[in-house]
C-alpha cells in the first residue's frame, strides 16, 4: 500500500497493514493525498481522501453507536469518581489538553491520552466519571470524545449512583441484565406509530400539496447486550439537548424499525372509537391533498391514552399495555418557510405547548451533499439553525423535516409474560416476561428551496 500527499512526487509506503486496515506514517503531512493499494498482483485506486491532524473514533462493541470497550458492564456499571480507560483511533497530533471526554454531554476529567502501549495505531483515554448531578444514570448515557476541536463518534456507558445494576430502559430486570452480560440474547417487542404530514409520497399520485401518512408495525427482536443499546437514544443531560451540527447527506438517519408479528401472535390497538389489528404492517388510508400543513385533515391515531394488546403467540401470555397520544404535530411558521436564505439564521417554530420535555424534537434540513441538524427539547417550541451550518449548503431545493422522538427513560412500555419452554420468544430463560416498546413518531417535512 502506498499513499502520495499532494505536491509529493514520490509515493510514501504504508509499513504495516492488515486486511484494509493501514498504519499511516506519523511524518505524512496534512491535506489531500491519493491512496494506492496494490495487493496479490493487483491495483486498486486511486483513492481521493484527506490528511488532518486529529480525527478520533471511539472503539465500540458494534458498528460505533453502541457500548464502549471500557471496564464496564450492565450489572457492574460505572459510578461517580471511578476511573475508565477508553480505546480508539486517531488522536494524531492533538496533545492531552485538546482532548476532551463528553459522558451525558458533559465534560469529564482526563488523565491520559495517547498512544497506547504495546498497540500500534491503538489511542488509549484515561478519564474519571464525573460527579455531575446533571448527567443521568443509565444503561446507555452518551459517551463522546472531542480532539482539538473535532468531535467523534457517540458511543454509551452504562453508569448508576452506585455501581449498583444499572436501570434499563427496556424494562430489562436485574436477571435479565446479567443474562446479557453473560453474551446470551434475550426478546425485545416493538410497536410504532407513525404520523407525517408533508407532499403526498405515492408515485402514481399527481396530487400537489400535503397530506397525512399514517402507519403502525410491530416486530419481536432477538438482541445482545450491544444490540439492546441501539434500541433507544443515548442518554444525555437535558441541555445537551440544545444541539446544531451537518454532516454528509446520508451519514444519518432516524431509525425507524419496521418488520412483521412473530409467528401466532396477534397484536391489535385501540382507544374506545377506533381499533386496528396488527397482524401485518398497518397503513392508513391518506386524506385528500390540500395546499397547506394546517390544512390537512386529523389524524386516524387521535389523541388520548392507545391500549396495545397481545393475545396467543407462540410461548407468550396476553398482556396489554398503553401508549399516550399527544396533540398531532404542527410546524406554526411553516408559511415563512418556503425559502432558506443560507446567510441568515432559520428558526422554526411548532405546537411545543402540547408537548412535554419526554420528547425531543430534531429539525433536520436536508441536501443533496449535505444535511444540517439540530436538537431541543419538544416543549421549547423553537430550533434556531444558524447561519454559520447553513453556508455548507449549496443553493437547492431541500426539505426541511421536524420529527418528534420519546426521550431514553421516558419511552412506553409493558411487560409480556413467557410461557417456559416455548419456542418464541427465547426458551432459555424459561418463563419471566419480555419488555414490548410502545413509540409514537409525529413528523412535518416541507419542501424548500435553498438560496
Not at 434475550?186 to 399520485?205: A, F, R
Request: hydrophobic share 40%; with cysteine; aromatic share 6%.
Amino acid at each position: 500500500m502506498t499513499i502520495l500527499p499532494a505536491g509529493a512526487t514520490k509515493p510514501i509506503p504504508v509499513p504495516f497493514v492488515q486486511g484494509w486496515t493501514a498504519l499511516l506514517p506519523d511524518d505524512l503531512p496534512n491535506g489531500p493525498a491519493v491512496l494506492t493499494v496494490t495487493a496479490v498482483g493487483q491495483t486498486f485506486g486511486p483513492l481521493s481522501l484527506t490528511i488532518v491532524p486529529s480525527s478520533f473514533g471511539l472503539f465500540t462493541q458494534d458498528s460505533g453507536s453502541g457500548p464502549v470497550l471500557a471496564q464496564n458492564s450492565l450489572t457492574h456499571p460505572a459510578k461517580p469518581g471511578d476511573y475508565l480507560t477508553l480505546w480508539g483511533s486517531g488522536l494524531g497530533s492533538a496533545p492531552q489538553d485538546q482532548v476532551e471526554v463528553l459522558l451525558g454531554g458533559h465534560p469529564a476529567r482526563v488523565t491520559y491520552a495517547g498512544p497506547a502501549p504495546g498497540y500500534a495505531g491503538t489511542d488509549q483515554i484515561n478519564f474519571q466519571v464525573p460527579n455531575d448531578a446533571a448527567i443521568p444514570f443509565g444503561c446507555y448515557v452518551a459517551i463522546s470524545v472531542v480532539a482539538a476541536g473535532v468531535g467523534s463518534n457517540t458511543g454509551t456507558l452504562s453508569t448508576s449512583a452506585d455501581g449498583s445494576p444499572c436501570q434499563s430502559p427496556l424494562g430489562f430486570t436485574v436477571t435479565q441484565l446479567a443474562q446479557l452480560d453473560a453474551g446470551q440474547f434475550l426478546s425485545v417487542g416493538q410497536v410504532n406509530l407513525y404520523d407525517m404530514v408533508g407532499p403526498p409520497e405515492s408515485q402514481s399520485s399527481t396530487a400537489a400539496g400535503f397530506t397525512r401518512m399514517e402507519s403502525a408495525d410491530a416486530a419481536f427482536l432477538s438482541v445482545n447486550a450491544a444490540g439492546a443499546g441501539l434500541l433507544v437514544d443515548p442518554l444525555e443531560a437535558d441541555d445537551a439537548y440544545y444541539v446544531c451540527y451537518s454532516v454528509a447527506a446520508g451519514g444519518v438517519g432516524f431509525l425507524l424499525r419496521t418488520g412483521s408479528i412473530g409467528e401466532g401472535a396477534v397484536l391489535s390497538l385501540s382507544n374506545g372509537s377506533k381499533s386496528v389489528s396488527l397482524t401485518s404492517d398497518v397503513e392508513i388510508a391518506d386524506p385528500p391533498s390540500v395546499t397547506t400543513p394546517d390544512a390537512v385533515g386529523a389524524p386516524f391515531f387521535a389523541e388520548g391514552n392507545w391500549t396495545v394488546g397481545i393475545t396467543g403467540g407462540d410461548g407468550l401470555k396476553p398482556a396489554t399495555g398503553e401508549l399516550a397520544i399527544p396533540q398531532p404535530l404542527q410546524i406554526t411558521n411553516d408559511t415563512a418557510l418556503p425559502t432558506v436564505d443560507r446567510s441568515r439564521d432559520l428558526t422554526v417554530t411548532w405546537n411545543g405547548g402540547d408537548y412535554t420535555a419526554a420528547y425531543t424534537a430534531s429539525l433536520q434540513l436536508n441536501a443533496a451533499s449535505v444535511v444540517v441538524i439540530c436538537r431541543a427539547p419538544a416543549n421549547a417550541g423553537t430550533i434556531t439553525m444558524p447561519a454559520a451550518l447553513l453556508q455548507t449548503l449549496t443553493a437547492e431545493a431541500g426539505s426541511l423535516e421536524l420529527l418528534l422522538t420519546a426521550r431514553t427513560g421516558h419511552i412506553a412500555s409493558f411487560p409480556v409474560p413467557l410461557i417456559g419452554g416455548g419456542t418464541m420468544p427465547d426458551p432459555h430463560i424459561g418463563g419471566g416476561t419480555m419488555p414490548v416498546l410502545l413509540q409514537y413518531y409525529p413528523s412535518e417535512v416541507l419542501p424548500v428551496a435553498i438560496r
